[in-house]
């Protein structure tokens, strides 16, 4: 894995904390990164790629299927009137090319929801200098005299994710899902194209067991 005309800014922050045997210094840069939501997870060429996951019952019979309807649209605010047409219109391109035809009668409901997510990651690096230092096999350690700095990055980044869902409208019971992930890191140059790549692979999978 904006009804609303909006671009998101988010925000990427990178905390450098620096710790020493006198003092803890608190370094923040604070770097401001002005993308589109939609844009930013759904692009699949580009680095970090999206993450595909599916599930589906394994009870079901998928050629029992043949008319579909979008029935709900759980999408973030942030998500844009422009970004939320181009997944229905890209699900909808998906679901005909597979064979099904839209109908106000269906046999299958399409859930679709987009959800952003905090997320967090950390690492450090240590440098010791001074009088008396001494070098290990496994790095440089310090002697008599000796001062160690370790700085610790923090970085804080949006994680957005895209997930389809498919329920059988007799029993309303889902039957098969599939999710993708992405950091969100840039916008699109070309969104109508990376948000149908992103849908087009997110639903590659179905029918489950479908020859490719």
């Known amino acids: 894995m904006n009804g609303v005309i909006n671009t998101i800014g988010l925000k990427r922050v990178n905390h450098h904390l620096t710790y020493s045997k006198n003092r803890t210094v608190m370094k923040i840069q604070i770097r401001l990164l002005a993308v589109a939501f ?88 240590t ?18 005299g000796s001062t160690g700095y370790t700085t610790y990055n923090v970085t804080e980044y949006k994680e957005g994710s895209l997930i389809i869902d498919l329920v059988d409208a007799k029993t309303k019971n889902l039957v098969w899902e599939g999710i993708g992930n992405k950091e969100i ?20 999978d179905y029918p489950p067991g479908a020859k490719k």
């Open 38 to 125: 939609l844009g930013a997870v759904l692009i699949s060429a580009c680095s970090p790629q999206l993450k595909v996951t599916t599930d589906y019952d394994k009870a079901v019979n998928f050629t029992q299927y043949k008319t579909y309807a979008i029935d709900t649209l759980r999408i973030s605010s942030s998500v844009s009137q422009l970004n939320q047409t181009r997944i229905v219109n890209a699900v909808k391109q998906q679901m005909t090319a597979k064979g099904f035809t839209e109908s106000a009668n269906p046999d299958m409901l399409v859930h679709v929801s987009a959800i952003v997510k905090n997320k967090q990651s950390m690492s450090s690096t």
């Open 127 to 144: 440098d010791y200098y001074g009088y008396g230092g001494y070098y290990r096999p496994y790095g440089w350690g310090g002697g008599m």
């Open 185 to 204: 890191d840039a916008s699109p140059s070309d969104p109508d194209a990376a948000i149908t790549a992103a849908v087009t692979k997110i639903m590659a």
